[in-house]
């Protein structure tokens, strides 16, 4: 079936580090991908997406390339602020327009 | 723009009782709406599907009697969560999908955080 894998967390860097946060999914045909952001106490927004292979989503800093051979949609950002601390979803959307989440990755990030 | 919102934004309810959680499409028209539920510090699960002016389709596992949905309008779609009880407490999430623009993407609401006593 469709599944998604996310590395767990929580995850805390420092201001101006690296971010990478793992996404692997399984899923039949061609999914479109998505990174969803939900800050504390909030509802979700859409990060970024992608809907084919070799596409890259960016936003606010914020990377994904879609990669079909290996499966994967990481995460990526240069340099993270400490307004970017929050859980970040990875998601696929199936044919069938249900979209599956991963298991969300808390990020923390101190000054 | 593609602004959805829910009511409640929380809520506290005694046990037995019956609680409605609204779902709007404030500036688009949503001929499908979703209902996720998510649990503290985990992923959101899909409940059910709603289409306008049809009935939902629930997810494996999602009582349809326990929770009941109704997709009224294009723009309202209702989550009734009925003799609830503490076990229902979490956090209940909508989105929408346009009927037109980007027809793939869903926009979700703030959610709606739900505690039954």
């Known amino acids: 079936g469709n599944s998604v894998t996310q590395m767990e967390g929580p995850v805390t860097l420092s201001e101006e580090a690296f971010l990478t946060i793992n996404c692997t999914y399984t899923?039949?045909?061609?999914?479109?991908l998505f990174w969803y952001v939900q800050y504390p106490g909030e509802g979700l927004q859409l990060l970024l997406k992608a809907t084919k292979a070799d596409d890259k989503g960016s936003n606010k800093g914020f990377e994904a390339t879609y990669r079909k051979e290996t499966t994967s949609f990481h995460l990526e950002k240069g340099s993270v602020q400490v307004s970017d601390s929050a859980v970040y979803f990875c998601a696929l959307k199936t044919s069938y327009d249900k979209v599956i989440f991963g298991p969300g990755t808390s990020l923390s990030v101190i000054p | 723009g593609a602004v959805v919102s829910q009511h409640p934004s929380w809520v506290i309810c005694k046990s037995g009782t019956s609680v409605k959680i609204e779902c709007r499409s404030l500036?688009?028209?949503?001929?499908?709406m979703f209902w996720y539920r998510q649990f503290p510090k985990q992923s959101l699960m899909l409940m059910a599907t709603s289409n306008e002016g049809s009935k939902a389709t629930y997810e494996q596992g999602v009582e349809k009697d326990k929770f009941l949905i109704n997709h009224a309008s294009l723009t309202l779609s209702t989550l009734t969560v009925t003799s609830a009880h503490p076990e229902d407490s979490s956090f209940y999430i909508c989105?929408?999908?346009?009927?037109?623009?980007?027809?793939?993407?869903?926009?979700f609401g703030p959610g709606t955080r739900l505690t039954v006593l």
């Open positions: 899923a039949t045909g061609y999914p479109s």
């Open positions: 989105s929408a999908r346009t009927t037109s623009g980007s027809p793939n993407e869903q926009f």
């Open positions: 500036d688009f028209q949503a001929t499908t």
